[in-house]
Each structure stands twice: as C-alpha cells, then as structure tokens.
C-alpha cells in the first residue's frame, strides 16, 4: 500500500481542487491519501463525491498552533467535523486570515511592494487565504522567484519584515480537542528549520504525555539524518511515526506519493479514531 497522509487544495493553500486532487493522488499510484487543508474540512464533500475507486479518503485538517512563541502544526486525522469544541476552535483561526493577510500586504506596501488585497484575494480564491498567497504574489510580481522563497525574514518567515501574527491553538489544547473530538493527532514536519524556530525535543516528551499519536517524520523538509534521529525520539516517547507529501499541487515541488507512511502505521491510527472513518473511493464522480 501507498499512503500519503498530508495533503492540500484550494480548499486551502493548494492549487488542486479536490476533485483534481484525489484524482491525481490515484493517477500516482497511492492507496489511501488524506485531505488536510489548514484550519478548514471544507473540501472533504467534494473529494469524496470524486473519489475514484481504489483510493481510499483519510478527511483531516492541519491545525495552525504556536508554542512559546513558535509557530508548529497539528495534522488531525478521522475527527468529528462537527464537534462543536473543535469546529469553533478552526473557525476562530480561520476568521483571523483575513485580517493578517491585510496586515501583511500594508507592510509590505510600506516596503514598496505594490501588492494588493485584490491579487491576494484573486489567488487565494475560494481557499482559507494565507501566506503562501501573498508569497504567490510577490512572484507574480517579481519580488521573489517562488513561494519558497519568500519565507525568508526579508519577507513572510516568521519574525520577518512584513509578517503578521495570527490567532494560533495552543498545541496542548489542540491535542486536547482533537482528542475529544475522536480524532488522531500528529505532529506536521516538527524539525523544519528551515520554515523557522522549531520546538525543542522537550515539548515534543510533554505532547507525547497529553496524549500527542506521532510525529511526522518523512517530509521533505527533514534531511537523512533529521528522519533518523526523530525516528529514534518517536520510539523513545512511544509515538507513532508518519510519512508524507505536504502535496500543494503546483505551489510547491513536492509530488504526491514523495514520502509515505507504513500500512501498519496507518491501521492503527484508523483504529485510534472513533470521530470518523476512512472512505474508500467507489467510482467517484466523471
């Protein structure tokens, strides 16, 4: 089995639609994938009316938190979209996109950048808006040469020159929600230093011990020898170790299927969750 259990649309930051998405994801082979835009479960009615079959659907989110003062992310996995804790908790988040993305593009016309809340909005389309759309404008305007690179502190990394804060959980009290909400809760690209300050090991232990399932450990964003050392956290702290894509269609250079995550893995996080259950394709609409 191929098991690819991060992925976005434009139902967030994504430039597939998720339709296109889940069609692609069989194209490339995978078994099972999972949808999981920021903050939002938005796209998961149209993956599933366009499920093919053979493709098993995992519905999920990524959670935007901060620690300490670090930005981290909290995929959750198979949770009750409707619980009303956790509905509320993405809708608070959510609501402050707009607002931060505005704060964003005042900054950056305070540095000459001639970006605008209508090109941001354009982008971002029917997606929860976010950095990556203003990252995709300043390519669009000659800024930068790809999103990539415009999550330097010259620009949108955190602390940089035109970054605004947003309305993130606290980690604890996500795991916590997620939790309760029947869902699995995994630790998204936890050493990606190069997005920015990571959390230490340390807080990785205490997360474990409230009740965090994994770490994402195969991600493109960690090296050889990155993997190898949070494989070893992981089975020191008892955590369950995922592999994935962090897909983005066309915004990023990841390709589906580019890391995976084992079939024994993902059967024990099917068996963990009781919010919701995975979907397998039957044809899917044309």
């Not at 930051?13 to 835009?37: H, I, M, Q, S, W």
């Not at 796209?43 to 366009?50: D, K, M, R, S, V």
């Not at 404008?137 to 502190?153: C, I, K, N, Q, R």
Request: some cysteine; glycine content about 10%.
């Amino acid at each position: 089995m191929r098991i690819d259990l991060h992925t976005h649309s434009t139902a967030s930051d994504g430039t597939d639609t998720p339709a296109e998405l889940v069609r692609k994801a069989a194209a490339a082979g995978l078994d099972v994938v999972a949808l999981t835009d920021h903050d939002t479960t938005r796209g998961h009615a149209e993956a599933l009316a366009a499920l093919p079959q053979g493709l098993t659907l995992v519905t999920g989110a990524e959670l935007s938190c901060r620690l300490d003062g670090v930005s981290m992310h909290l995929l959750a996995y198979l949770f009750d979209p409707e619980e009303p804790a956790l509905l509320a908790e993405r809708e608070l988040v959510r609501d402050d996109r707009v607002p931060r993305a505005k704060g964003m593009i005042a900054k950056l016309n305070e540095l000459g950048v001639p970006v605008t809340w209508e090109q941001v909005a354009r982008i971002a389309g029917n997606g929860s808006v976010g950095r990556p759309h203003v990252a995709s404008a300043l390519v669009e305007l000659g800024v930068v040469d790809s999103v990539s690179d415009a999550f330097t502190p010259e620009w949108l990394a955190d602390g940089g020159r035109a970054y605004v804060p947003k309305h993130e959980t606290d980690p604890f009290e996500a795991v916590r929600l997620v939790k309760n909400a029947g869902g699995v809760a995994v630790f998204a690209h936890p050493a990606a230093v190069k997005r920015g300050r990571t959390v230490p090991d340390s807080a990785i232990a205490e997360l474990a011990r409230a009740g965090l399932d994994g770490i994402e450990v195969d991600h493109m964003d960690h090296d050889p020898g990155t993997r190898a050392r949070l494989r070893g956290l992981a089975g020191d702290l008892g955590l369950l170790v995922t592999g994935s894509s962090d897909y983005h269609g066309s915004r990023k250079t990841c390709v589906l299927g580019e890391f995976s995550t084992d079939p024994e893995v993902y059967g024990e996080i099917t068996r963990r969750a009781t919010g919701a259950f995975p979907v397998p394709g039957t044809g899917g609409a044309v």
